[in-house]
C-alpha cells in the first residue's frame, strides 16, 4: 500500500460503514454539523472585523461569509476548505474603496469572480501556484503587519493613520494619552485571545473546545454592556433595501485602474484559496483537493458576493484549520457555517449590534500578528528562502502591497536564476598538468569567473578540462572556444572530457541543444542487472553481457574515449588492491575509483600464499609485477561479510577428502589456515554452524594474516621497511554497504569515516600454533 506525503499509510474504511463524504454516511453528517457550529461562531467575528480593517459597510463581510460557506462549498473542489472574507485582501479592498468607492469595488468583485470562472473553465488552476511560497506567506506577513499597526490606534481609542509608517511614528503618542473605555475593551479583548487556550482544563472540559475569538468579543461586549460603557457598536442596516449597494460602473476615466484591480484581486485571491486548499489538504485523509473545481467555486463565490455587495472571497486557512479540527468530513460543514451565519444575522441582528467596535479592532490586532509566521519563517530559511520573506513583509508594510508583491517576486526570480546558474570552477595542479574542472550550468553570467580561473592558467602548459554541465549557451562556448585556441597557440595543449554531455564538441561541429539535458543511461547503473529498470529478464547470460555492453557504448564510451586515450599509453595504478572473487564485490565502486586507479587481483577468499607455498603462484607474479614493474605505492587487501571462502574455510572443507570437480578448491583454501590460527578460536570444537559475527571475525583475521604473508615477500619487505610502500587492511559489510578500515594502532576495523589513517604498519611478529588437522564431516561449498 502506498503512503501518503507525511509517510502514514491511510486507513481503510472498516467494513461495511460508507466511507467518509457519502451520503449515507451518518456519523459524518453529524461530525459536519457539529464542525460547522465551531466554524460559525469564529466566522461571525472575524467577517466583521475584516469588513472594518477594509472600510467595506459591515454588512459586506456577513454577505461575504454566507456566500462563499454556501456557494465556494457547494461548487469548489475541496473537501474542508471554509471560505469568507480574507485578511489577506484588506489592504487591497481599502485601496480600491478609497479610490473608486464601495459600489465600483462590488463591480472589481463580481469581474473577478468571472476571471477565476475562466481560469478554472480553462483548467488552468496550477498555473497560479508558479509563485514562490516565500513571496505568497511574506505579502501575507507584511498585510498582518499593517492590520496590527492601524487597529491598534483604534484599541487605543484613537483612529489609524495614512501609512503604516505614521502609525509607527505615531503610536508612542496614543500609548501616553489615550485611556478611554475603548482601551479597556481592547485590551481585554487581547488579553483573552492570547490566554484563552493556554488555560489549563477542568477535566474533560477543555478551553480550546470553545473557540477564543468568540469567548473574547463576547466577554469584551458583555462588560460594555453590563458597565454601560460609552463605545462605539456594530451597526447593521434596518431593511433589506439598506442591505444591498451592489455593483456600479466606473467613471470613463477610471476603466485602465478597475481592470488592475480586477486582475489584482483575482490573483491574490486565487493563489491564496488554492494554497490554502493545499496546505489544509495535510490535515485531513478525505479526497484531496481539485484545483480547478476549486477556483471555479471561488470564483463563483466571488461572483455573487459582488452583484450581492459583498467584500471578495477567498479560501482562509484559519477558518479551514478550525473545521478539520472540530471534526469535518465533507463540505456540508463549509456549507452550513453560512447557513448558521445567515440565520444569526436575520433572527439575533440585536445581539451582533452590542458588538462594541474596539473589540473586533483588538481581534484584528490579534489575527495581524498570528499572520507574521515564525514557524514558516523557520522553514524557510532551511531552505534559504527567509530573505525573500523579509524583504516582501517590509516592502508590503512600507510601500504598498503590489510594490511589496513585484519587489519580493523580482528577489525569488534572481535568486532562482542564480540557483539555476550556479557555477563551479576548480583548479588543480597534479605534475606537469593543470586540472579544471567546471559544475552546473555554463551561461555568459558564469562567462566572468571561468574566464578569470582560464586567465591564470600558465602559457605552454598541459591542461585538463572537465566540462560536467548540463547547459551551456553561445557565450560559454566563446570564451571556452577563444581561450583553447590562444593556448595552443602558445604550445600549450588542452584535452576537454566533457562528463555530462558534449556541448563543447556539439556546438564546435553543429547545433548544440536547445536545453538542459539530463545524464544518458541507466539511473541505478551501479545496480545489479535485475534491479535496473531497463534490463530484459529474458535474455540469457551472453545476451545481458552484450545488452551491457550496448548500454556502455550508448552511455558511456563517448565520454571516456579521451580518458582511455591517454590511458593508452601506460599506466600508473595507485595501489595494488587484492580482494575475493564474490560478484558483490565491486573494488572500482566501493573505492569510487576509475580506470588506471587500482592494480586488481581477485581470487577465492582473497588470498596471499606465502612466498614459498607449493602450488599456484599467480598472486605472487602479480604482486611482482605491480611492485617492480608500475613501482605502486601501496597494496590493500580487502576482505568482506558473508564471504563463502571464509564459511568453508571455518567449516573444515579443505580437510575432507577429494571430490570430483573440487581438488584445486580445496588445496587453494589449505592457505587460509593461518587466519583460524590468528583468530585463536577452533572451529573443529564448534558443533553448530558458523554465527555471523564468527565469520566478521575470521575475515578480518585473514585480511591481517595475508598482510603477513605479504611481508614474506622481500620485495614487499624491502619496500615497506625503506618507506617506499604501505600495507592496508579493508573490510566491507555486505548488509550495511560500508567500507572498514584496519586501524594501525590498535588492530581494530574502524568504518572508514572514523579513520584518521588509513595505511597499515608492518604488524608486530605475533607466534601462532597451527591448529591439529582434523576433519568435521561437513560437506559444504565455498560460495564464492
Not at 103 to 123: E, H, N
Request: hydrophobic letters at 45%; proline letters at 6%.
Amino acid at each position: 500500500m502506498r503512503k501518503n506525503a507525511q509517510g502514514v499509510r491511510p486507513e481503510r474504511p472498516p467494513t461495511g460503514t460508507s466511507p467518509p463524504g457519502s451520503r449515507i454516511d451518518r456519523r459524518g453528517v453529524t461530525a459536519d454539523v457539529g464542525a460547522s457550529l465551531v466554524v460559525f461562531l469564529v466566522a461571525v467575528p472575524l467577517s466583521l472585523g475584516i469588513a472594518v480593517v477594509s472600510g467595506a459597510p459591515l454588512v459586506a463581510g456577513i454577505i461575504a461569509a454566507v456566500v462563499g460557506g454556501i456557494v465556494a462549498g457547494l461548487v469548489g473542489g475541496s473537501m474542508v476548505q471554509v471560505s469568507g472574507p480574507a485578511a489577506g485582501l484588506t489592504i487591497i479592498v481599502a485601496d480600491l474603496i478609497m479610490t473608486y468607492g464601495w459600489r465600483v469595488t462590488c463591480l472589481i468583485t463580481l469581474l473577478a469572480g468571472l476571471v477565476q470562472l475562466a481560469l478554472g473553465a480553462f483548467r488552468i488552476a496550477r498555473a497560479a501556484l508558479a509563485v514562490s511560497p516565500a513571496v505568497v506567506h511574506g505579502m501575507l506577513a507584511g498585510v498582518g503587519v499593517t492590520i496590527a499597526l492601524a487597529q491598534l490606534h483604534v484599541v487605543l481609542g484613537g483612529a489609524p493613520q495614512s501609512s503604516a509608517l505614521v502609525n509607527i511614528t505615531d503610536l508612542p503618542h496614543q500609548l501616553a494619552h489615550n485611556h478611554t473605555p475603548a482601551v479597556a475593551i481592547g485590551v481585554i479583548t487581547i488579553v483573552i485571545m492570547f490566554t484563552w487556550n493556554r488555560l489549563p482544563s477542568l477535566g474533560r472540559l477543555r478551553p480550546g473546545m470553545v473557540p477564543a475569538a468568540l469567548v473574547a468579543v463576547g466577554v469584551a461586549t458583555a462588560i460594555a454592556t453590563a458597565g454601560r460603557w460609552q463605545v462605539e457598536t456594530v451597526t447593521l442596516p434596518g431593511s433589506l433595501t439598506e442591505v444591498w449597494s451592489g455593483p456600479m460602473t466606473p467613471e470613463s476615466g477610471q476603466w485602465h485602474g478597475v481592470a488592475l484591480g480586477v486582475v489584482t484581486v483575482a490573483m491574490v485571491a486565487s493563489v491564496e484559496s488554492l494554497l490554502a486548499a493545499i496546505a489544509v489538504d495535510r490535515l485531513h485523509d478525505g479526497r484531496r483537493v481539485m484545483l480547478n473545481r476549486e477556483l471555479c467555486g471561488q470564483g463563483a463565490a466571488n461572483t455573487l458576493s459582488g452583484a450581492l455587495g459583498g467584500l471578495p472571497v477567498a479560501g482562509v486557512i484559519v477558518r479551514s484549520t478550525v473545521n478539520v479540527r472540530a471534526g469535518a468530513r465533507t463540505p456540508l460543514s463549509t456549507v452550513l457555517h453560512g447557513v448558521w451565519i445567515l440565520l444569526f444575522v436575520a433572527l439575533f441582528a440585536r445581539v451582533v449590534e452590542l458588538i462594541p467596535m474596539p473589540a473586533l479592532a483588538a481581534l484584528l490586532v490579534f489575527i495581524g500578528v498570528q499572520m507574521v509566521s515564525v514557524a514558516r519563517l523557520r522553514d524557510l530559511r532551511r531552505h534559504h528562502e527567509g530573505g525573500v520573506y523579509m524583504v516582501t513583509l517590509f516592502s508590503v508594510v512600507f510601500l504598498g502591497l503590489l510594490e511589496g508583491v513585484f519587489i519580493g517576486f523580482a528577489l525569488a526570480m534572481i535568486m532562482s536564476l542564480r540557483r539555476l546558474t550556479k557555477l563551479t570552477v576548480t583548479t588543480e595542479e597534479r605534475a606537469d598538468r593543470v586540472h579544471i574542472t567546471v559544475h552546473g550550468s555554463l551561461t555568459f553570467l558564469g562567462v566572468p569567473r571561468l574566464a578569470h580561473v582560464l586567465r591564470t592558467v600558465p602559457g605552454g602548459a598541459r591542461v585538463d578540462l572537465d566540462l560536467h554541465v548540463d547547459f551551456m549557451d553561445h557565450a560559454a562556448f566563446e570564451a571556452i572556444h577563444a581561450w583553447r585556441t590562444d593556448h595552443e597557440r602558445t604550445g600549450g595543449s588542452v584535452d576537454i572530457d566533457e562528463v555530462h554531455e558534449e556541448w563543447y564538441a556539439r556546438s564546435s561541429a553543429r547545433s548544440a541543444p536547445a536545453a538542459k539535458t539530463v545524464p544518458r543511461g541507466l539511473a541505478r547503473w551501479w545496480a545489479p542487472w535485475d534491479m535496473r529498470g531497463g534490463a530484459d529478464p529474458r535474455l540469457e547470460p551472453l545476451g545481458l553481457l552484450t545488452a551491457g555492453a550496448r548500454e556502455y557504448h550508448t552511455s558511456t564510451a563517448d565520454r571516456m574515449r579521451s580518458v582511455m586515450h591517454r590511458l593508452s599509453h601506460g599506466q600508473k595504478p595507485t595501489a595494488l588492491f587484492i580482494t575475493c572473487a564474490d560478484s558483490r564485490v565491486v573494488p572500482n565502486l566501493i573505492t569510487a575509483s576509475g580506470p588506471g586507479d587500482l592494480f586488481t587481483v581477485r581470487n577465492v577468499g582473497n588470498l596471499v600464499p606465502p612466498r614459498d607455498a607449493p602450488g599456484d603462484g599467480s598472486v605472487g607474479a602479480a604482486v611482482e609485477y605491480a611492485l617492480t614493474v608500475l613501482d605502486v605505492p601501496s597494496i590493500v587487501v580487502c576482505g568482506h561479510s558473508h564471504c563463502g571462502a571464509m564459511k568453508a574455510l571455518w567449516e573444515r572443507v579443505h580437510l575432507e577428502q577429494d571430490e570430483a570437480g573440487t581438488s584445486h578448491m580445496r588445496r587453494w583454501l589449505a592457505n587460509g589456515t593461518g587466519a583460524l590460527s590468528r583468530m585463536g578460536q577452533d572451529p573443529a570444537l564448534s558443533t553448530e554452524p558458523p554465527a555471523a559475527e564468527s565469520l566478521r571475525r575470521l575475515a578480518q583475521a585473514n585480511v591481517e594474516e595475508q598482510i603477513g604473508n605479504l611481508m614474506g615477500y622481500p620485495v614487499v619487505r624491502e619496500r615497506v621497511e625503506s618507506g617506499r610502500l604501505t600495507l592496508s587492511g579493508m573490510y566491507y559489510d555486505l548488509k550495511t554497504a560500508e567500507v572498514h578500515l584496519l586501524e594501525p594502532g590498535t588492530g581494530e576495523f574502524v568504518p572508514v569515516q572514523d579513520m584518521r589513517d588509513g595505511t597499515w604498519s608492518v604488524p608486530p611478529p605475533r607466534e601462532v600454533q597451527p591448529l591439529e588437522e582434523s576433519s568435521s564431516g561437513m560437506s559444504s561449498r565455498p560460495s564464492c
